[in-house]
């Protein structure tokens, strides 16, 4: 069984953070992923609010990101987490592969897409339905496609989308958008860019076991729309499910937390967006990535 000082779960900003801090600091250090290094940072097609970087691709920041740890020495490790055991002085990781043992753990697993929760979503997932532009947005080349929410990230969506597909329709819950001011006057340029406010997708139809259209209710009224593929971005929940059997301290799956950067359990601490806090940030979970490594570098000194 690979052992070590500290085991680091999830790989984005906040996680590869916390284990090059680690490693400079000559701890033996792990980081464990069940995707590929960036997390949400690679479903970003441009970051202009980054510190030293006018405007940077979030796939490009999270490959410098992992190049430098690995270039560290960090030990990288893929699985899907399924457990975390507190046995006192050290703790078991159980993954999908494999056991590791290791005196603290910091939980960085960040945050997973909410679902829209409607009938047929699970079997349509990758086949019409997605949570990721950057990623599939190339397969609608020049076809109409549909992106539920108003914040930061769907209204980018949207904006790389236009480029992509014939047209992009926007479905909005409430009349108005979260996103920044900045970030909507981009929307006002883009021709091929169809906005429905006070709007709700309230049933999938697929063809063929495809997506090929979808209802949107608009105040009591239903209308159907032909799409060839939906982007929902609607917010995010906690990837916590693996903690159930710890006994870790929660708020609405949130993972609580002192200034430390330290849970309720004795060596197991958590940062990034799993955490519950105000701003989230790649700012501030590189932030809480170099407190909760500090923390973890006097607890087991």
């Keep these: 069984m690979l052992t070590f000082d500290c085991v680091v779960i999830g790989s984005g900003a906040a996680g590869m953070t ?6 400079r600091a000559n701890i033996n250090v792990a980081i464990i992923e069940k995707s590929a290094p960036g997390g949400k940072l690679n479903n970003i097609f441009n970051i202009e609010n980054y510190p030293g970087f006018p405007t940077i691709e979030g796939s490009i920041l999270s490959q410098n990101m992992y190049k430098q740890i690995i270039e ?20 078991i990781i159980q993954t999908d592969l494999e056991k590791i043992k290791s005196k603290s753990v910091i939980i960085a697993s960040g945050r997973v897409p909410r679902k829209l ?4 979503e699970e079997q349509l997932i990758g086949q019409g339905v997605g949570f990721c532009a950057l990623c599939d947005g190339s397969f609608y080349k020049d076809k109409i496609v549909a992106v539920v929410g108003g914040g930061n990230s769907a209204i980018e969506d949207a904006i790389y989308l236009s480029s992509i597909c014939q047209k992009v329709i926007i479905i909005h819950r409430r009349d108005y958008f979260t996103a920044e001011e ?21 049933k999938l139809i697929p063809t063929n076991n495809k997506l ?90």
């Design 72 to 91: 560290n020495g960090v030990t990288y490790r893929y699985g899907n987490v399924l457990e975390i055991k507190d046995l006192g002085d050290y703790k």
């Design 182 to 202: 900045t970030t909507q006057k981009k929307l006002k340029h883009l021709k091929n860019i169809e906005i429905k406010y006070n709007s709700t997708v309230s």
């Design 212 to 301: 090929s259209a979808i209802k949107v209710k608009i105040k009591k009224v239903e209308e159907l729309i032909e799409i060839d593929g939906l982007f929902v971005n609607i917010g995010y929940i906690p990837d916590t499910n693996y903690l159930i059997s710890l006994g870790i301290e929660l708020d609405n799956d949130y993972i609580i937390v002192d200034e430390h950067m330290r849970t309720n359990i004795d060596k197991v601490y958590a940062c990034g967006d799993v955490i519950k806090k105000e701003i989230y940030q790649i700012t501030t979970a590189v932030a809480d990535g170099t407190i909760a490594a500090n923390s973890v570098q006097k607890d087991i000194s």
């Design 18 to 23: 916390a284990a090059m801090y680690l490693k």
């Design 117 to 120: 929760g409607l009938e047929n």
